[in-house]
């Protein structure tokens, strides 16, 4: 684990933070129990306390672009019946706006402030060492994911776009759906697509169960296929 590791914005050149970066490697064997390697895990997390009331508007998945985000982050080629598994897949419904009750400037706003602030450290930390001091000649594929923790989901509510329901306590861990423009660290204009994990502290355990199916899978394709380059 990384506390607070600083990385330089490239858009005001000042230097930024995130709260946290954590990584974990998982070994994979080959099915006699040879080591093959480890595929490592990082999030990018930033910690929120959500003190207001905050709505957001939830549509279909970019199914499309969420296939492609999988198939780029990981060692997987192609979308089949055991990589539709992966927890970006499992589920149609994304959250794609939001707005809290203050109705503050933009910048202001807590998920805004989160994540600019994970999606930014992931594109500056994403190629660099591994976190976790042992011989990176081990380390097969690193996927990377953006974490948002929220202290709970008392004060989040959704409401699907085109529905004329109120809006409704949310209760389980879910993903925003973000077509992230930026400079990258060669200060060329990019545009990517990225799903942020929306996390409530008292549902970790859940989130990372999620993680560890997405390992699985990933572990099972490096298993049958002998494909160890790197990501």
Known sequence: VLI???????????????????????????????????????????????????????????????EHLVLKTTSLKEINIHTKDHHYLRNDSVAK???DEKKQKTENEIFYKALTQ???SLVYYRGSKSVIPQNTQFIKSTVNYPVIICNDFNNLYRVDIGSSDE??????????????????????????????????????????????TD?????????????????
Request: proline fraction near 3%; include cysteine.
């Open 4 to 66: 607070s590791p600083y990385y330089n914005d490239n858009v005001s050149d000042k230097p930024r933070e995130i709260d946290l970066i954590a990584e974990k490697a998982f070994d994979i064997k080959r099915l006699n129990g040879d080591f093959i390697g480890t595929v490592n895990v990082k999030l990018f997390i930033e910690c929120k306390y959500i003190p207001q009331k905050i709505v957001f508007w939830f549509y279909n998945k970019d199914r499309v672009k969420a």
């Open 97 to 99: 706006l939001f707005a």
């Open 118 to 120: 994970s999606l930014n």
């Open 167 to 212: 809006p409704a306590i949310i209760n389980d861990n879910f993903q925003l759906e973000v077509n992230y423009a930026y400079l990258d660290l060669s200060n060329k204009h990019s545009n990517e697509y990225f799903l942020i994990d929306i996390v409530s502290y008292d549902k970790i355990d859940a989130f990372l169960d999620d993680l560890q």
């Open 215 to 231: 390992i699985n899978i990933v572990g099972f394709f490096l298993q049958h296929t002998g494909l160890l380059s790197k990501t």
